[in-house]
């Protein structure tokens, strides 16, 4: 089921339009309201233009559109092709209705009389069952973008909140992972060449050792003759 929707500028998260929600659903999402403005923040011009973000018993869906942001907060449950769909309805009358308007925007909810549309189209979009009839052609009209809806990307807000996971492109997930590879390696290799040095000086060491014990023994007993031969010459002549 659809529960609130929010509708901000991307460049600097300023809100330009939300539904209008009771006291019982406004409290009932007010955490995840706040979990959608760090959303907003994190959103750069690499981010993926639709998301999906899995919290506690719901999900917060987003799609990007000519620099606006469409978020709705729905029942985890709820399939990720309707939601978009929604998302995709949302998008397509504002832009028609406000489009040229968004740059330009100074106050936050310059566009409140979006909510009408708003509300409209989330009745259509409340129970699965009507949205499935309501929205059957549109989700045709969705169907090459939508097709294969695992290719959205899909976080878990734990990963947003605690390991500040970035919502960029893979792209950017790639070179980041490459630079962590580039460097651990010269990390490893660093710590090798440590290990390669230490080891070395042990076995020099170790080696000047062997060689002192062998000219012991191979000159110990005629140091000892020489030593007798002496002791018994001064007992002699002394």
Same mark, same amino acid.
């Given at each position: 089921?659809?529960?609130?929707?929010?509708? &901000?500028?991307?460049?600097?998260?300023?809100?330009?339009? +939300? @539904? &209008?929600?009771?006291?019982?659903?406004?409290? +009932?999402?007010?955490?995840?309201?706040?979990?959608?403005?760090?959303? !907003? =923040?994190?959103?750069?011009?690499?981010?993926?233009?639709?998301?999906?973000?899995?919290?506690?018993? $719901?999900?917060?869906?987003?799609?990007?559109?000519?620099? &606006?942001?469409?978020?709705?907060? +729905? *029942?985890?449950? $709820?399939?990720?092709?309707?939601?978009?769909? %929604?998302?995709?309805?949302?998008?397509?009358?504002?832009?028609?209705?406000?489009?040229?308007?968004? *740059?330009?925007?100074?106050?936050? $909810?310059?566009?409140?009389? !979006?909510? #009408? !549309?708003?509300?409209?189209?989330?009745?259509?979009?409340?129970?699965?069952?009507? +949205?499935?009839?309501?929205?059957?052609?549109?989700?045709? =009209?969705?169907?090459? *973008?939508?097709?294969?809806? #695992? =290719?959205?990307?899909?976080?878990?807000?734990?990963?947003?909140?605690?390991?500040?996971? @970035?919502?960029?492109?893979?792209? @950017?997930?790639?070179?980041?992972? #490459?630079?962590?590879?580039?460097?651990?390696?010269?990390?490893?290799?660093?710590?090798?060449?440590?290990?390669? =040095?230490?080891?070395?000086?042990? %076995?020099?060491?170790?080696?000047?050792?062997?060689?002192? /014990?062998?000219?012991?023994? /191979? $000159?110990?007993?005629?140091?000892? &003759?020489?030593?007798?031969?002496?002791?018994?010459?001064?007992?002699?002549?002394?």
């Amino acid at each position: 089921m659809v529960k609130s929707t929010l509708v &901000v500028r991307a460049s600097d998260a300023l809100p330009l339009a +939300a @539904s &209008v929600d009771d006291e019982q659903t406004e409290h +009932a999402l007010q955490e995840h309201k706040q979990q959608a403005k760090l959303i !907003f =923040r994190r959103i750069t011009p690499n981010a993926e233009p639709r998301c999906s973000i899995e919290s506690a018993q $719901y999900t917060l869906h987003y799609l990007i559109s000519d620099n &606006v942001v469409y978020l709705v907060i +729905a *029942d985890k449950s $709820y399939p990720r092709k309707l939601a978009f769909s %929604y998302l995709d309805e949302l998008s397509k009358e504002f832009a028609t209705s406000y489009g040229a308007k968004v *740059d330009t925007a100074r106050k936050p $909810y310059a566009f409140g009389g !979006f909510d #009408t !549309f708003m509300g409209k189209t989330t009745r259509l979009y409340q129970d699965t069952r009507t +949205a499935n009839a309501a929205g059957s052609s549109n989700l045709d =009209r969705l169907n090459d *973008d939508l097709q294969d809806v #695992t =290719r959205i990307m899909t976080k878990n807000m734990e990963e947003l909140l605690w390991r500040g996971d @970035s919502l960029d492109s893979t792209c @950017s997930t790639l070179s980041e992972l #490459t630079m962590c590879c580039n460097a651990l390696h010269s990390s490893g290799m660093s710590h090798l060449s440590s290990s390669l =040095r230490s080891e070395s000086e042990k %076995y020099r060491k170790a080696a000047r050792n062997i060689n002192i /014990q062998a000219m012991l023994r /191979q $000159y110990a007993p005629i140091g000892a &003759v020489i030593f007798i031969l002496i002791i018994l010459l001064w007992w002699r002549f002394s």
